[in-house]
């Protein structure tokens, strides 16, 4: 468990916090009269980092407590850290209480037409909740943030109330998007 921990972690942070903590390390030597400098890599983050982190440490965790067997079908183990859905919207899942669903078989992959019709309404739902919310942002709040000064205080109040439904509008898109897309699966 130890080294599942550690080699999560320390690649997150590594990707995460190295050239930072080489940009201080650097400050430190190069105010204590050292010559010597750490080289900075310049790490693009791998997209999605910080999520399969997670969930590959909630898999340990569920491990490591008793609550689920060692998955031995590599497929099911990277289906589950990499399931599309969550992946979008979150959030992190448990072991215990995801890979049951998927060791069902195929079937439970094929939606029932009331899940596909539900599932497909929930996604377009959110796709259009997400295109107003960008239809906002652009048509309006970028207008404003851009050049505040011609706007009277009435409509920059205005736009602050609309900058919270965007970011909801936002958020709640993806989110109805990702659960439609996941229902369209069978979860």
Same mark, same amino acid.
């Given at each position: 468990?130890?080294?599942?921990?550690?080699?999560?972690?320390?690649?997150?942070? #590594? $990707?995460?916090?190295?050239?930072? &903590?080489?940009?201080?390390?650097?400050?430190?030597? @190069?105010?204590? =009269?050292?010559?010597?400098? +750490?080289?900075?890599?310049?790490?693009?983050?791998?997209?999605?980092?910080?999520?399969?982190?997670?969930?590959?440490?909630?898999?340990?965790?569920?491990?490591?407590?008793?609550?689920?067997?060692?998955?031995?079908?590599?497929?099911?183990?990277?289906?589950? +850290?990499? #399931?599309?859905? @969550?992946? +979008? &919207?979150?959030?992190?899942?448990? &072991?215990?209480?995801?890979?049951?669903?998927?060791? @069902? =078989?195929?079937?439970? $992959?094929?939606?029932?037409?009331?899940?596909?019709?539900?599932?497909?309404? @929930?996604?377009?739902?959110?796709?259009?909740?997400?295109?107003?919310?960008?239809?906002?942002? $652009?048509?309006?709040?970028?207008?404003?943030?851009?050049?505040?000064?011609? #706007?009277?205080?009435?409509?920059?109040?205005?736009?602050?109330?609309?900058?919270?439904?965007?970011?909801?509008?936002? $958020?709640?898109?993806?989110?109805?998007?990702?659960?439609?897309?996941?229902?369209?699966? =069978?979860?």
């Amino acid at each position: 468990m130890l080294l599942s921990l550690g080699g999560n972690l320390g690649l997150l942070f #590594f $990707f995460k916090y190295y050239d930072f &903590a080489t940009h201080l390390i650097n400050q430190g030597l @190069q105010s204590g =009269g050292f010559e010597i400098t +750490v080289p900075a890599l310049g790490l693009l983050l791998p997209v999605g980092i910080s999520f399969y982190t997670f969930q590959t440490l909630s898999y340990t965790i569920d491990v490591y407590r008793g609550n689920l067997a060692v998955e031995r079908s590599f497929l099911k183990f990277s289906l589950y +850290v990499t #399931f599309f859905p @969550q992946l +979008v &919207a979150g959030p992190i899942v448990r &072991a215990s209480e995801f890979i049951p669903d998927i060791k @069902q =078989g195929i079937y439970h $992959f094929l939606p029932s037409g009331e899940d596909f019709n539900y599932g497909a309404f @929930q996604f377009l739902g959110g796709l259009i909740k997400k295109m107003m919310a960008d239809w906002l942002a $652009f048509g309006l709040i970028d207008r404003v943030y851009e050049s505040p000064d011609m #706007f009277t205080a009435g409509e920059t109040l205005i736009v602050f109330y609309a900058y919270g439904l965007q970011i909801y509008g936002d $958020f709640s898109g993806y989110t109805d998007m990702a659960l439609g897309a996941a229902r369209l699966m =069978g979860f």
